[in-house]
């Protein structure tokens, strides 16, 4: 099983098989990262301008995020590429030795009537 035909059968299995995903799900990142880490983060591996949005939610309490960040991807083909490059990978400029796993969002972003990116369902 390689790693493409893992994403189509993870993205098959969530959205059916006529959904190309574009939006991904950052697991196990350092909580102490914010959205601009995030898109650092995703500069230093080549998508700087291969994405829409990044969304990182935050707990109310401690206001650091809760381990898992959303990246919406401009196109399914910058999709596949990120989720062949990111696994594994670490955050620089931070003291954790997490590494990243990513996975397809089991809500994908998409575009209002406005033609604005929303996020819709995510907390």
Do not use: C, W
């Not at 990182?56 to 381990?67: F, H, I, L, S, Y």
């Amino acid at each position: 099983h390689n790693q493409g035909s893992f994403l189509d059968d993870e993205a098959d299995r969530i959205h059916g098989p006529n959904i190309l995903p574009t939006t991904m799900m950052l697991r196990n990142i350092p909580n102490r990262v914010k959205a601009e880490e995030v898109q650092e983060y995703l500069r230093r591996h080549g998508f700087g301008h291969r994405y829409n949005l990044v969304l990182v939610p935050a707990d109310k309490m401690t206001e650091r995020n809760r381990g898992y960040a959303f990246v919406d991807f401009s196109t399914h083909g910058d999709f596949r590429d990120a989720y062949e490059v990111l696994p594994g990978t670490r955050f620089h400029n931070t003291e954790s030795l997490k590494t990243t796993v990513v996975s397809v969002a089991s809500k994908q972003l998409g575009r209002g009537a406005d033609g604005k990116v929303q996020a819709i369902g995510f907390q």
